[in-house]
């Protein structure tokens, strides 16, 4: 038995209260919609915004790229939600914070890593010079 369907996330799930943003395309150029899904293991249930491996033992080669794939996915999540605490000590502990600073300190943690993570191998000079720093919207965060 699951202790998902006893938590706040899945009631509120449920209930279409998460405010998932509507499906968009990936990309500027495409026309196909893709939803916004949470990656799951095999102990939650499958939803809308919710993918999981498939069930059972006789999987086809396409359902076992699948679950490889979204293992691969659930490994990247799980090891930058493993990182970015170690990193940045502001998210050791619960954000004290309105839910709109909370994105703004989240989305401060993620591109300062990346800045970190391209530094190495590059002098610091170089760095400031190929990024197009007018593009980050530090708007939202003011």
């Given amino acids: 038995m699951s202790v998902f ?5 899945f009631k509120l799930q449920i209930r279409n209260k998460l405010q998932i943003p509507p499906s968009d395309p990936l990309f500027t150029n495409d026309t196909e919609n ?23 033992h006789n999987l086809s080669v396409k ?19 493993g990182i970015l605490p170690n990193k940045w000590r502001i998210l050791h502990t619960a954000l004290n914070v309105t839910k709109e600073f909370s994105k703004c300190i989240v989305k401060a943690c993620v591109l300062l890593h990346n800045l970190v993570q391209r530094k190495d ?5 170089e760095i400031y ?14």
């Avoid at 893709?34 to 059972?56: C, H, I, Q, T, W």
């Avoid at 010079?129 to 003011?142: D, F, L």
């Fill in 121 to 125: 191998g590059y002098r610091s000079e």
């Fill in 129 to 142: 010079m190929m990024h197009n720093w007018n593009s980050v919207n530090c708007a939202a965060c003011s």
């Fill in 5 to 9: 369907p006893e938590t706040s996330f």
């Fill in 63 to 81: 359902q076992r790229t699948f679950d490889y794939s979204l293992c691969r996915a659930r490994r990247y999540v799980k090891c930058a939600f």
């Fill in 34 to 56: 893709f939803p916004v899904v949470f990656v799951g293991d095999k102990a939650f249930s499958l939803s809308e915004n919710l993918m999981r491996p498939y069930a059972g």
